[in-house]
C-alpha cells in the first residue's frame, strides 16, 4: 500500500481538515491547523507531503520520526500541527486497513464511554448563567468558562471580584454536582493569577487552566504551591519534550495536549503515560472540528489516566459533525459512546466540505489594553 495524495480543506467556521489517499483505495482524515494561522499550517502540509507520497502510510512511527527529526530544527507549532494532522489520517488508515478502530491498535479500551464537557460564552453573568443551565439540561455534566480579556498585570480589585462573581453565580445555578472549569488562557500575571484562584477557591472549580503563559515552568509551580485547586495546561506545549518539564515538575494535575498540535494520537499517547507515572489526569484539549475530536475519542478510549473530554459547544453542531460527517456524534448522558467503525471511527462526507469551504484565512482575535499595548488573547 502508497500514499498516492494529500489533500487539504479549509472548512466553516474555522476547520482545516486533511485527506490521505492510497492506492488501495483507503482514504485517511485530519486536522492539522494552528487556530488562526490555517494557510501557514496547510503550506507545511504540502512540505510533508512531498515526503509522504509513494510511501507505506502503516509506518506511522517511523514517517514521524522522519517529518519531525529530518528537518534538522525541531518543534514548533506550525511544523508539529501539521505533522499532528497527517498522522491522523496515517492511524485512520491503518485501522481501516486492519478493520479495527486506533484505540484497539493502541492496547485497547480501558472505558466504555467519554465523558464530555462544554464551553460556556457570554457577555453577562447572565449569559454565562444560561449556558451552564442549558447543558446541564443537554446532559452534560461539566462547562468551562472563561475570565475577561485583556487582563493587565495588576489588576483591579473590581476586576477580580467580577470574575468571582461570575463563578459564584454559576456555581450557584447548576448546584455541587456539576463541575465548573475556568479557563484564564493565559492571560493574567501570575500575582493576577492568584488572587483569582483565592477568590475562586469556594466554588469548587474542577480545574485552572493556563493560570499565567506556560512558557515558564517556575512560574505554573509557583502558582500551583499556592491553591488546593488543580491546575491545568498543555495546549500550547508541543511533543513529549515539551509536556517533560511541566509533568516532571508536577506543575499541573491536568494534562491537557491538544492533538491538532502535540504531534497526534500516539505522541499525545506517551504524552499521557508520561503523566501517569507522576498521577497526573489528562483531559485533551479541543476548540476544533470533529476530526479533532474523533481523534481525541480514539486516545480517550484507551488511557487510564483521561478524565473528560473537551468540545466547543458550537451553535451549528460542526464541532460535533453535523454538517460534515455521515454520522455525528451525540451526546448522551453527558458521554459520547466509543465509535466501533474502524480507524478514527467517523466518515467524513467531502461534498459537505465544500458546501462550507472558505479561503482558510480566520483570524486570532487581538485585544488592545487602553493604554494601546497589546493585551493577550
Not at 478502530?101 to 457570554?122: F, K, N, Q
Not at 461539566?142 to 495588576?154: E, M, N, T, V, Y
Not at 469548587?204 to 493560570?211: C, K, N, R, S, Y
Not at 475519542?297 to 460527517?325: K, R, W, Y
Request: aromatic share 8%; proline share 6%.
Amino acid at each position: 500500500m502508497k500514499i498516492t495524495g494529500v489533500r487539504i480543506f479549509h472548512v466553516r467556521p474555522r476547520w482545516t481538515f486533511v485527506a490521505v489517499d492510497t492506492d488501495c483505495g483507503i482514504t485517511g482524515y485530519g486536522e492539522p491547523v494552528v487556530e488562526g494561522q490555517a494557510l501557514v499550517v496547510a503550506e507545511a502540509v504540502r512540505h510533508f507531503a512531498d515526503y509522504l507520497i509513494g510511501k507505506d502510510p502503516r509506518m506511522i512511527e517511523h514517517h514521524w520520526q522522519v517529518m519531525y527529526r529530518g528537518g534538522f530544527y525541531r518543534g514548533g507549532a506550525i511544523g508539529v500541527s501539521a505533522i499532528s494532522g497527517l498522522e491522523h489520517a496515517l492511524w485512520d488508515i491503518k485501522g481501516k486497513f486492519y478493520n479495527a478502530p486506533v484505540y484497539e491498535l493502541l492496547g485497547g479500551r480501558v472505558r466504555d464511554r467519554i465523558r464530555m464537557y462544554g464551553h460556556g460564552r457570554g457577555e453577562t453573568d447572565a449569559d454565562f448563567v444560561q449556558a451552564a443551565l442549558r447543558a446541564q439540561a443537554q446532559g452534560l455534566t461539566a462547562i468551562k468558562i472563561g475570565i475577561d480579556g485583556p487582563a493587565r498585570a495588576l489588576e483591579t480589585q473590581d476586576y477580580v471580584e467580577r470574575q468571582v462573581r461570575r463563578l459564584a453565580a454559576v456555581r450557584s445555578a447548576v448546584g455541587a454536582d456539576f463541575d465548573i472549569a475556568i479557563d484564564m488562557h493565559g492571560r493574567t500575571s501570575p500575582a493576577t493569577a492568584k488572587q483569582l484562584i483565592s477568590g475562586f477557591e469556594p466554588f469548587h472549580p474542577l480545574w485552572v487552566e493556563e493560570p499565567c503563559l506556560p512558557e515558564n515552568v517556575d512560574a505554573l509551580c509557583d502558582i500551583a504551591a499556592t491553591t488546593d485547586v488543580p491546575i491545568a495546561a498543555g495546549e500550547r506545549r508541543f511533543t513529549k519534550w515539551e509536556f517533560r518539564e511541566l509533568i516532571d515538575h508536577r506543575a499541573i494535575s491536568v494534562a491537557q495536549p491538544d492533538l491538532c498540535h502535540a504531534g497526534g494520537i500516539f505522541e499525545s499517547r506517551k504524552i499521557a503515560a508520561m503523566a501517569e507515572a507522576q498521577y497526573i489526569s489528562v483531559a485533551p484539549h479541543n476548540p476544533l472540528g470533529p476530526i479533532s475530536l474523533a481523534a481525541c475519542v480514539q486516545l480517550d478510549a484507551c488511557t487510564p489516566n483521561f478524565v473528560i473530554q473537551e468540545h466547543p459547544s458550537m451553535d451549528d453542531g460542526s464541532d460535533l459533525g453535523h454538517g460534515l460527517l455521515v454520522e455525528p456524534f451525540e451526546i448522551i448522558n453527558g458521554s459520547v459512546e466509543l465509535p466501533t467503525a474502524p480507524g478514527l471511527g467517523v466518515q467524513p462526507d467531502e461534498d459537505l466540505f465544500a458546501e462550507r469551504a472558505y479561503p482558510g484565512d480566520w483570524r486570532t482575535p487581538v485585544f488592545v489594553h487602553d493604554d494601546g499595548s497589546h493585551g493577550d488573547w
